[in-house]
């Protein structure tokens, strides 16, 4: 009973997560675009604490992690429409994290082999189970169908910022990879806001 309400509980709140995601995110841009108006006036107006957060990039990281948890959230939206897709993309976003705390153990725990291979691959399930996510809801018949194209952004500024990376090193200053995610993580989270979830025992879902 408690499994099937936090499922529900993600599921209808996906939307709103990914809302705050690009919220986040557009406030970052904003902070290292206009340094003058936020370095200087909002200090003298706002808590000390506010400049460390700016300065940080606290708001940032925060919205670059949320759609980590949200996107999860639509595993449950697409079972029971498109069963194949959103379970290659589920099993593809659960390998991430798995990924990842194997390469940290390789790397900082001996006589482990060192493999930091694999810190590197890490991002790369993540990045293809929400492309898989994104086909799925294009397979959709509903209005939720548009969400897909959001999504596909998603996972496409994700692969082209993974490849230029891993090719150059950095990233040229002309790629606008925040500002992509942001206006994809907002219009996901818009769509989904506004087309909530429809359950089996009937009962109303939204937000």
Known sequence: MVQLELRELLEEKTGALL?????FLSI???V???PDIVGFTAPASLPGWTSFIFSTGLLGFIGFGLPFVALAGLYYRLSSTTPRLAVVGGALMALTPILFASGLLTVFVRPLPDVPALLWFSPLPYIVGAGSFGLAF???????RFVGIPLLVFSGTWMLTYTVGLKNGQLPGWMPFIELLAVSLVAMGYLLHTSPPSHD??????S
Do not use: M, V
């Open 201 to 206: 025992n009937g009962a109303l879902a939204g």
């Open 32 to 34: 290292t675009t206009f």
């Open 19 to 23: 809302l705050i995601a690009g919220g």
């Open 28 to 30: 970052q841009i904003g």
């Open 138 to 144: 294009l397979w959709q018949k509903d209005s939720s």
